[in-house]
C-alpha cells in the first residue's frame, strides 16, 4: 500500500516524496481507519483525504464549508486529471443534476458537499446509493465551541457515523488546542480515530504587535516600509472598516480591495478572483475571506482590530507565508479594542458558561499580546507545544523589557475603588485615567472628581502609559469591565491582593515616565512608599 501511495503521490500530484506525517495518514485512511488529522495552513492537509480517495473503491466525500474553496480544489483537481466536481446552491440545477448522475455512475473520484447540503435528505438519499470511499471534514474545528457560530450546521455530522459506520472519517483542521480536539471527537464520535498532530510552529513567520496610535497610518507605513508591492491580508473586525481602510490604502497608491459578508457575492468573487491571480493585490477582509484560499505568496497579515481568539489568529496568520519564505503576521491593538471585545461578550446571546468561555479565549489573546517574552513560545504554548525562543518574533528582534508597576497598579485600582466606594460611580477608562493624571476636564469637575485622594496621583505616567497598564490589568483579570452597557471599569476578586500589596507585578514597558499638562494634587494619606491612598476594604 505504501508504495502505491507513493507512486500515486508522484504520478498524479508530482510530488516526489510526502511531508511530515502525511504519508502515515494516507495509509491509516486508506487501510479503513478514522482519523484526526491536525496540520498548520499550507501543511497539506488536502493530501491527506485526496489520495486515499483515489486509491479506495468509492467516491471521496468533502464537506467543505465555503463555495469559493470548493470551486477552487476542483479546479486544481480536475487540472491533475482528477474527476472531482461538487454540489452547492450556486450551481444550476442542470449542472447538479448531472454531478448526482456521475457519482451514482462511479464517475468522480472526490466529491466536495457543503455540510447544509449534505443533510437534506435529498442528498443523503443520493449518498446512500452511491458507493463512498470516504468522508473527510475539513475546516473541523467548526464543530466546537469557538469554531461553531461560524458554520453551526457542522454540529448535524454526527450522523455520518450512524449511516456509515463502516466508511474513514477524516476530520481536519490547522487549529485546535487539546480541548478542541475532544469536543471535535465527542461531537464527530471519532472516539476510535488516530491522532495526526503536526508541529504549528512556523517559523518563516515573523509575529510583530504594535500598540495602535492612528492605526491606518501605521498600517499604511508597515506595508510601505517592509511590505511595498506584495500579496496581503488586512482583516478588520466590521465591514464599515474594511471599507474604509480598503479606500484609504487604495488612495495612497496601493491595490486594495475590499471583502465582507455584506459584498455582492459577484463583487466578492471577483475581487477574490484577482487577489488570487494578480501581484502586488492586498484584500480587506473580515473574518469571512480566507478559509481555504490557496495562495502560497502571501507575504503579510495584518490585524488592525483585536482578535476574539487565539485559535482565530492563528488561522488568519497562518495564510501568509505558506510558500515557506519570510512573511509577517503585524497586529495592532489598544485599549478600546480590549474594551470592545470586553462588551461583546457581556452582550452576547449565550448563557453564562458561554460567555466565560469568549472571555477565557480574549484573556488568552491578550496575554499573547502583553508577553515580555517569545511571542512564538507562547503562541505554540497554547497549543500544547514547548519550544525555545524563536528570534524572529518582535519580543526576541526588540525586547521589550519589563518594570514594576505594582504602584502604578495600586493607583489605578484604587482610583476605580474611590469612585465606587465614596461616590457609588463607575466610570470608563478615559475618565479615571484622567483623574490619575489630575486633568481638569468638563467632566471631572462637573462630577467634583478632583476633590478625590486619587485626583492626580498618577502625573507622573502619561495618557498613554496609562492605557498600556489599564490594558495589563484587564488581560490578568485584575480588572474587568461591567456588563452595564457603558464598558466602565469594576474591581475583580484578584484586586485585594494588589491593593494590598501581596503581589509584585512586573509590567510590560511601552511608554516612558513623563508628567506634561496635568495638575496633580494627591493630597490624601497614602500608604508609605506608594503613594496610594488606602481603602479601608475592597
Request: glycine share 8%; net charge positive.
Amino acid at each position: 500500500m505504501s508504495s502505491s501511495a507513493s507512486s500515486v503521490l508522484q504520478r498524479v500530484f508530482g510530488h516526489a516524496a510526502f511531508r511530515g506525517n502525511q504519508h502515515a495518514v494516507v495509509d491509516h485512511v486508506t487501510s479503513g481507519g478514522d482519523a484526526l488529522v491536525l496540520m498548520p495552513t499550507g501543511g497539506g492537509k488536502s493530501l491527506c483525504y485526496q489520495l486515499p480517495s483515489l486509491l479506495r473503491d468509492g467516491t471521496g466525500i468533502v464537506i467543505s464549508p465555503l463555495i469559493a474553496l470548493m470551486h477552487d480544489q476542483v479546479e486544481a483537481l480536475t487540472a491533475l486529471n482528477i474527476r472531482a466536481a461538487c454540489l452547492n446552491s450556486a450551481q444550476d440545477p442542470a449542472v447538479s443534476r448531472q454531478v448526482e448522475q456521475d457519482f451514482l455512475a462511479g464517475r468522480l473520484d472526490l466529491l466536495y458537499v457543503a455540510p447544509e447540503r449534505l443533510l437534506t435528505d435529498r442528498c443523503l438519499s443520493l449518498l446512500e446509493r452511491g458507493r463512498i470511499a470516504l468522508f473527510a471534514i475539513d475546516e473541523a474545528h467548526c464543530v466546537s465551541q469557538w469554531g461553531h457560530d461560524f458554520r453551526p450546521e457542522y454540529l448535524g455530522l454526527s450522523l455520518l457515523h450512524k449511516r456509515w459506520p463502516n466508511v474513514p472519517r477524516l476530520a481536519l483542521t490547522a487549529t485546535a488546542t487539546r480541548a478542541t480536539q475532544v469536543e471535535i471527537i465527542q461531537r464527530l464520535e471519532l472516539d476510535q480515530a488516530e491522532h495526526f498532530v503536526a508541529s504549528f510552529d512556523r517559523p518563516n513567520i515573523c509575529y510583530r504587535i504594535v500598540e495602535k496610535n492612528d492605526v491606518r497610518r501605521q498600517l499604511l507605513n508597515f506595508i510601505q516600509s517592509e511590505h511595498a508591492g506584495d500579496c496581503g491580508i488586512v482583516y478588520c473586525l466590521s465591514r464599515n472598516r474594511v471599507e474604509e481602510t480598503a479606500g484609504f490604502l487604495s488612495r495612497h497608491g496601493m491595490v486594495a480591495l475590499p471583502y465582507h459578508a455584506g459584498l455582492a457575492a459577484s463583487v466578492r468573487a471577483a475581487n477574490q478572483q484577482r487577489f488570487l491571480q494578480e501581484d502586488g493585490v492586498v484584500m480587506v477582509a473580515t473574518i469571512a475571506f480566507g478559509m481555504g484560499v490557496d495562495k502560497p505568496d502571501v507575504r503579510f497579515v495584518a490585524h488592525i482590530d483585536l482578535p476574539k481568539s487565539v485559535e482565530g489568529y492563528y488561522q488568519e496568520t497562518g495564510r501568509a507565508g505558506r510558500d515557506g519564505l519570510p512573511a509577517t503576521a503585524w497586529l495592532a491593538y489598544g485599549l478600546q479594542d480590549v474594551m470592545q471585545q470586553r462588551r461583546m461578550i457581556n452582550d452576547s446571546a449565550g448563557d453564562e458558561a458561554y460567555r466565560r468561555r469568549l472571555a477565557v479565549q480574549l484573556d488568552a489573546m491578550l496575554e499573547l499580546c502583553e508577553t515580555v517574552s517569545c511571542r512564538r513560545q507562547r503562541l505554540l504554548a497554547y497549543f500544547d507545544e514547548a519550544s525555545d525562543a524563536c528570534g524572529n518574533c518582535g519580543t526576541c528582534l526588540h525586547p521589550p523589557g519589563s518594570w514594576d508597576g505594582t504602584v502604578a497598579a495600586q493607583k489605578l485600582l484604587s482610583a476605580v475603588y474611590r469612585l465606587w466606594r465614596e461616590r457609588g460611580q463607575r466610570f470608563g477608562a478615559g475618565h479615571v485615567i484622567d483623574i490619575l493624571r489630575g486633568k481638569l476636564t468638563a467632566r471631572v469637575q462637573a462630577y467634583r472628581h478632583d476633590d478625590l485622594s486619587v485626583f492626580g496621583v498618577g502625573a507622573d505616567l502619561s495618557e498613554q502609559a496609562w492605557r498600556s497598564v489599564l490594558r495589563q490589568l484587564l488581560a490578568r483579570e485584575l480588572l474587568t469591565v461591567d456588563t452595564d452597557g457603558y464598558s466602565t471599569l469594576v474591581l475583580t476578586e484578584h484586586s485585594r491582593d494588589v491593593l494590598k500589596g501581596n503581589v509584585v507585578l512586573q509590567l510590560r514597558h511601552r511608554s516612558s515616565r513623563k508628567a506634561s499638562g496635568t495638575r496633580g494634587r494627591g493630597r490624601a494619606k497614602s500608604r508609605p512608599g506608594t503613594g496610594v491612598p488606602a481603602p479601608t476594604s475592597v
